[in-house]
């Protein structure tokens, strides 16, 4: 047991290790805050699905302590102590953490993971990619309109801040580099599936069934 659970501590611990050095290779950084990664999220989706949520959740937690701290300069901006709280939870703790939803998509046990089919594995892994995406998006435009609306539209910092309201302003940001976000782990979700099929044969032994030494 103590021999199984210092294995999983390792594979998360690799898994927020590739996350981090990914969400730096940066396709697109947007001038306010946010920004489109290589795969980033994929590890973590990857180290949710194959350990279920508990663990999900608390590699996720770590990621995103880690993207707090990448994003200080990010949060030194806000002027308010109400706002740098509510920036740290929806910008960072939150919708990071929310990665560990894609373990809900795991089959409830071993014995039904391995089951599996490869082609019912992509659309579990593509529909938790969706959802934690989704579900990231959602906290982003929560901070978009109530951090950084006001602070952006005191800036004048662009002119789309100056004709929208809040909620629109937020959405067509957020959007911006969500979606292409969104997109390119969707792109990792077949190659997430591999992974864990593979890594479901190794375990197994190819699907052959060791037999029992003699009594």
Known sequence: MQQN???VLVECAVMV??????????IYDAPLGGSVTLFSMAPLIAVAFRQGPR?????????SIIQ???????VSYVPTARGIVLCILLDYII??????????????????AKSVSNSKRLVLVAAAALTVCVLRFISHLLS???VWYEITKAGQW?????KTGMWTYS???NASYMIPETLITLVASPAIAFVLASVGRDRTGGGKTTPKSPQ
């Open 144 to 146: 978009g309109a109530v």
């Open 158 to 162: 662009n002119e789309l801040v100056m």
């Open 171 to 173: 959405a067509i940001y």
């Open 95 to 112: 919708p990071f953490t929310l990665i560990g939803v894609a373990g809900f998509f795991r089959p409830a046990s071993d014995g039904a």
């Open 5 to 7: 659970k210092t294995r």
């Open 55 to 63: 663990w999900g959740f608390a590699a996720s937690f770590v990621y």
């Open 17 to 26: 290790a590739l996350a981090s050095a990914l969400s730096m290779l940066k």
């Open 68 to 74: 707090l701290l990448l994003g200080l300069g990010s």
